[in-house]
């Protein structure tokens, strides 16, 4: 399976079959195509086989993609989520330039990213990154201070709070299960679940997710 339509094809129709194992309806997954260190060309590719969302995580990476796209028909129809670790000084180019951020970790990156959002911007679609297995080398909010960080987004009015985030460690088979049974006792249940990769999607949507983040089984080997 060698063209980019064809695996496009093939991870929908893998997303939707696993929705359906679990009684889920189509369309209750979104795809998100994980595009950094691939080319434009493939981009553009895959935005006119109709595929909406797309995941960077390299700041400077996504903005030369956003302008070098944004002459294109496609460029419109694109939303953009950062998906990626962030650091203090690249706030200001996230809250300005995406629809959604995946990885918010820290009480100092919510904040930044709603002082820094433009007001004329509908409020921005965040993330908390959890850190599920407490892994040292990986960032995210440990599942005890989860309440917590939720709390701080009461009085943050221009970020909008939907969900989780998660990257579960290496063989850790009920990583998945155990964000969704985290985020189902918090007091207000939030919507979005988003965990699963290349790898694992399937068991991620059996679990509950509800956006998946899909890189190089379906753009091939990065750049």
């Given at each position: 399976?060698?063209?980019?339509?064809?695996?496009?094809?093939?991870?929908?129709?893998?997303?939707?079959?696993?929705?359906?194992?679990?009684?889920?309806?189509?369309?209750?997954?979104?795809?998100?195509?994980?595009?950094?260190?691939?080319?434009?060309?493939?981009?553009?590719q895959l935005a006119s086989l109709g595929q909406r969302d797309f995941g960077?995580?390299?700041?400077?990476?996504?903005?030369?993609?956003?302008?070098?796209?944004?002459?294109?028909?496609?460029?419109?129809?694109?939303?953009?989520?950062?998906?990626?670790?962030?650091?203090?000084?690249?706030?200001?180019?996230?809250?300005?330039?995406?629809?959604?951020?995946?990885?918010?970790?820290?009480?100092?990156?919510?904040?930044?990213?709603?002082?820094?959002?433009?007001?004329?911007?509908?409020?921005?679609?965040?993330?908390?990154?959890?850190?599920?297995?407490?892994?040292?080398?990986?960032?995210?909010?440990?599942?005890?201070?989860?309440?917590?960080?939720?709390?701080?987004?009461?009085?943050?009015?221009?970020?909008?709070l939907m969900g989780l985030m998660a990257i579960p460690a290496p063989g850790?088979?009920?990583?998945?299960?155990?964000?969704?049974?985290?985020?189902?006792?918090?007091?207000?249940?939030?919507?979005?679940?988003?965990?699963?990769?290349?790898?694992?999607?399937?068991?991620?949507?059996?679990?509950?997710?509800?956006?998946?983040?899909?890189?190089?089984?379906?753009?091939?080997?990065?750049?």
């Amino acid at each position: 399976m060698n063209s980019l339509h064809e695996r496009f094809s093939s991870i929908k129709n893998r997303i939707e079959r696993a929705s359906h194992a679990v009684g889920r309806p189509d369309g209750s997954v979104v795809l998100i195509a994980v595009s950094k260190r691939q080319t434009i060309e493939a981009m553009a590719q895959l935005a006119s086989l109709g595929q909406r969302d797309f995941g960077e995580s390299y700041l400077q990476e996504a903005l030369d993609k956003q302008s070098a796209l944004a002459d294109q028909p496609v460029g419109a129809s694109i939303v953009w989520h950062f998906i990626g670790p962030i650091q203090s000084n690249k706030t200001r180019g996230i809250a300005e330039n995406f629809s959604w951020v995946h990885s918010v970790d820290r009480p100092k990156i919510a904040q930044r990213l709603n002082d820094q959002r433009p007001i004329e911007l509908p409020p921005l679609n965040v993330l908390i990154e959890v850190n599920i297995d407490g892994e040292a080398s990986k960032s995210g909010v440990l599942p005890e201070q989860l309440p917590g960080m939720v709390d701080i987004f009461q009085n943050l009015p221009r970020l909008k709070l939907m969900g989780l985030m998660a990257i579960p460690a290496p063989g850790s088979s009920d990583g998945f299960c155990r964000l969704a049974a985290l985020n189902a006792r918090l007091e207000s249940p939030l919507p979005v679940l988003s965990m699963g990769m290349s790898d694992d999607f399937e068991a991620a949507i059996a679990a509950g997710s509800t956006h998946v983040r899909v890189g190089s089984a379906l753009f091939g080997p990065r750049q």
